[in-house]
């Protein structure tokens, strides 16, 4: 399975932008980047997905470096609802539509 | 609204005893998951399923069972066989499709008495 590594925790001051990193030098070429976002008590929320191209949503942009063997999520603004766990998730299409999460991505807002 | 909702939000389980966790969607969803959090950790598969009647193991299925006899919902048992099931339980669904995002229930704490 495809695996991705992300920072514990980041903490970023608030209406600053954020950028968080993951590295997954194992995907393959069919891989789908996925993030969501969970906080603290409740079920995790999808936040932003893509393939190749940088994907640009109301919540958030992603970019997806040239080799694939890392992505980042950006937050262009920070404020103190974005304070959450973040997971950067490999869709493992062998499996369905079934995601993997791992630990996850601490972020700390700071007022 | 369109939605997934779990109960109960919290559940209390004594030794040797089954409990049953609620899944229900009216998304018209086809697939439906099964996830459990310890503190501090990520999220494990524990079933899912791709269609009604259809169900296959996640990673950590031991002491778990499920069922999907309707579309709309997909209960998972927590049996004695579990030992340690003291855990939060996330449920979760999509469209078939295999790049589709997935909408989660807000969960069910389960404790141990």
């Known amino acids: 399975d495809a695996k991705t590594t992300q920072p514990n925790s980041m903490e970023s001051n608030e209406e600053e932008p954020v950028h968080l990193p993951c590295n997954h030098s194992?995907?393959?070429?069919?891989?789908?980047i996925h993030w969501y976002r969970q906080l603290p008590s409740q079920g995790p929320e999808y936040v932003i997905h893509?393939?190749?191209s940088n994907v640009n949503n109301r919540m958030a942009s992603l970019a997806i470096a040239e080799d694939r063997k890392s992505s980042t999520l950006i937050l262009h603004r920070a404020t103190l609802r974005d304070a959450a766990v973040y997971y950067c998730?490999?869709?493992?299409?062998?499996?369905?539509?079934?995601?993997?999460f791992g630990g996850g991505t601490r972020l700390m807002v700071k007022p | 609204d369109g939605g997934i909702t779990q109960s109960p939000k919290y559940l209390f389980r004594k030794e040797g005893q089954n409990v049953t966790l609620s899944c229900e969607q009216n998304?018209?969803?086809?697939?439906m998951y099964w996830y459990r959090q310890d503190p501090g950790q990520g999220l494990r598969l524990i079933y899912y399923?791709?269609?009604?009647?259809?169900?296959q193991k996640g990673d950590i299925a031991e002491g778990y069972s499920v069922s999907r006899e309707k579309k709309e919902s997909f209960p998972l048992t927590v049996t004695s066989a579990q030992k340690n099931p003291t855990a939060f339980y996330l449920c979760a669904s999509s469209l078939q499709s295999t790049n589709e995002k997935l909408f989660f229930g807000s969960g069910t704490q389960l404790s141990v008495l």
């Open positions: 194992t995907i393959s070429g069919t891989d789908y």
């Open positions: 998730i490999l869709l493992d299409q062998n499996a369905g539509n079934m995601l993997t």
């Open positions: 998304l018209n969803h086809d697939a």
């Open positions: 399923s791709q269609i009604v009647n259809d169900f």
């Open positions: 893509g393939l190749t």
